[in-house]
C-alpha cells in the first residue's frame, strides 16, 4: 500500500525519503492510497487539520494523529515510518508519570517496556534506564552491534547506576544526554556525571538539555553549573500546549547562546545580557 506521511514541522528525527511531505501537495505529488498527517507538536494542529483537508484530492484515505493529538501511542515503534531511519523506540511512558514529578513533561503515558523493538543507533526512550534488568540486557545486546549510539531521549539522572554505567560505557557511544531542568536536579545531575566520568566517558560524549525562560540569573547558574561538571548544556525555551509564551528578544538571545557547542565553550563565564530580568508575556 502506497501511504504518504505528511509532517506540519521538519525536525531533525524526520523521514527524509520520497514518501515523506511537510507542506501541501502540489502539481507533481502522486496520488497515495492513504495520507497520514502526522502532528508531534500541540501548536501544530491547525496546522495538521489544514494539511488533512488538502491532502484529501492526492490520497483515497486521509488519516489524521500523532502524539499531539492521540496522545502517546501504547504500540510497538514502527522503524522508519514517523521518525528517520536509524531511530528506535523500545519502550514507551515514563514511571515518573504516576508519580507526577516532571509538572512541564507532555508524556502521558505510564511505563511500557516491549518484548519487540526494532534496531537503531538513536534511542529516543522517554525514560531508557526504567528498564527491568531482563529488559536492560536486551536493549544492551541489541544496541551491541550498533555503531556511534545517541541516546538522545535522555537519561534519568535519578535511576542512573554504577552497572549501567559500565553497560553503556561497553558500547560505541557517541553521545549520552541527560537533563537538568531546575536548580533542585543540579546536584543529582553532578552524582550521575560523576558516575559516568568514573566508568570512562569524557565531556565529549556528554550533553544536557537545560531548561529555560522564568529566571535569568537562576537559569544561567544552572547552565554554568552543567558546564563545569562536565556536561555540554543546551537551553531549551519553555513551550506551553499553545506555544503562546511571548519571551523577551534577550531570553531567544541567552537560548542561542547557549545552543551552540563553539559559544559556549568560548563564552561559558558570560553575563546576564540586558532586558534578561523581564517576564515573558
Request: glycine share 6%.
Given at each position: 500500500?502506497?501511504?504518504?506521511?505528511?509532517f506540519?514541522t521538519?525536525?531533525?528525527?524526520s523521514?527524509?525519503d520520497?514518501?515523506?511531505?511537510?507542506?501541501?501537495?502540489?502539481?507533481?505529488?502522486?496520488?497515495?492510497?492513504?495520507?497520514?498527517?502526522s502532528?508531534?507538536?500541540?501548536?501544530?494542529?491547525q496546522?495538521?487539520?489544514?494539511?488533512?483537508i488538502?491532502?484529501?484530492?492526492?490520497?483515497k484515505?486521509v488519516k489524521?494523529?500523532?502524539?499531539?493529538?492521540?496522545g502517546?501511542s501504547n504500540?510497538?515503534?514502527?522503524?522508519?515510518?514517523?521518525?528517520?531511519q536509524?531511530?528506535t523506540?523500545?519502550?514507551?511512558?515514563?514511571?515518573?508519570?504516576?508519580?507526577?514529578?516532571?509538572?512541564f513533561?507532555?508524556?502521558?503515558?505510564?511505563?511500557?517496556?516491549?518484548?519487540?523493538f526494532p534496531?537503531?543507533?538513536?534511542?529516543?526512550d522517554n525514560?531508557?534506564?526504567?528498564c527491568?534488568?531482563?529488559?536492560?540486557?536486551?536493549r544492551?545486546?541489541?544496541?551491541?552491534?550498533?555503531?556511534?549510539?545517541e541516546l538522545?531521549g535522555?537519561l534519568?539522572?535519578?535511576?542512573?547506576?554504577?552497572?549501567?554505567?559500565?553497560d553503556?560505557?561497553?558500547?560505541?557511544i557517541?553521545?549520552?544526554?541527560?537533563?537538568?531542568?531546575?536548580?533542585s536536579?543540579?546536584e543529582?545531575?553532578?552524582?550521575a556525571?560523576?558516575?559516568?566520568f568514573?566508568?570512562?566517558?569524557?565531556?565529549?560524549?556528554?550533553?544536557?538539555y537545560?531548561?529555560?525562560?522564568d529566571n535569568?540569573?537562576?537559569?544561567i547558574?544552572?547552565?554554568?553549573?552543567v558546564?563545569?561538571?562536565?556536561c555540554m548544556?543546551?537551553?531549551?525555551l519553555?513551550k506551553?500546549?499553545?506555544?503562546?509564551?511571548k519571551y523577551?528578544?534577550?531570553?531567544?538571545?541567552?537560548?542561542?547562546r547557549?545552543?551552540?557547542?563553539?559559544?559556549?565553550?568560548?563564552?561559558?563565564k558570560?553575563?546576564?545580557?540586558?532586558g534578561?530580568?523581564?517576564?515573558?508575556?
Amino acid at each position: 500500500m502506497s501511504i504518504a506521511r505528511v509532517f506540519p514541522t521538519r525536525t531533525s528525527m524526520s523521514p527524509i525519503d520520497k514518501d515523506a511531505y511537510f507542506d501541501v501537495p502540489d502539481l507533481f505529488t502522486p496520488k497515495y492510497e492513504e495520507a497520514h498527517i502526522s502532528c508531534t507538536f500541540t501548536w501544530d494542529i491547525q496546522k495538521a487539520n489544514d494539511l488533512a483537508i488538502q491532502w484529501r484530492k492526492f490520497a483515497k484515505v486521509v488519516k489524521l494523529g500523532g502524539v499531539a493529538i492521540d496522545g502517546e501511542s501504547n504500540q510497538p515503534f514502527q522503524a522508519g515510518m514517523y521518525l528517520k531511519q536509524g531511530v528506535t523506540i523500545t519502550t514507551r511512558g515514563c514511571p515518573n508519570k504516576k508519580y507526577k514529578r516532571c509538572p512541564f513533561c507532555g508524556v502521558n503515558e505510564n511505563f511500557i517496556e516491549f518484548d519487540v523493538f526494532p534496531k537503531g543507533n538513536i534511542n529516543q526512550d522517554n525514560n531508557l534506564l526504567a528498564c527491568s534488568q531482563k529488559g536492560w540486557d536486551r536493549r544492551m545486546e541489541m544496541f551491541s552491534y550498533e555503531k556511534g549510539i545517541e541516546l538522545k531521549g535522555g537519561l534519568d539522572k535519578f535511576l542512573l547506576t554504577r552497572r549501567r554505567a559500565e553497560d553503556l560505557r561497553s558500547l560505541s557511544i557517541k553521545s549520552l544526554w541527560l537533563a537538568c531542568d531546575q536548580d533542585s536536579g543540579i546536584e543529582p545531575l553532578r552524582k550521575a556525571v560523576k558516575i559516568l566520568f568514573d566508568v570512562g566517558f569524557t565531556r565529549s560524549h556528554l550533553y544536557c538539555y537545560v531548561l529555560i525562560g522564568d529566571n535569568a540569573r537562576e537559569n544561567i547558574h544552572r547552565l554554568r553549573e552543567v558546564y563545569k561538571m562536565g556536561c555540554m548544556p543546551f537551553a531549551q525555551l519553555f513551550k506551553n500546549k499553545e506555544n503562546d509564551i511571548k519571551y523577551h528578544r534577550s531570553w531567544k538571545h541567552l537560548q542561542r547562546r547557549w545552543d551552540l557547542p563553539a559559544i559556549i565553550r568560548k563564552r561559558c563565564k558570560s553575563i546576564t545580557p540586558k532586558g534578561l530580568n523581564e517576564k515573558a508575556k
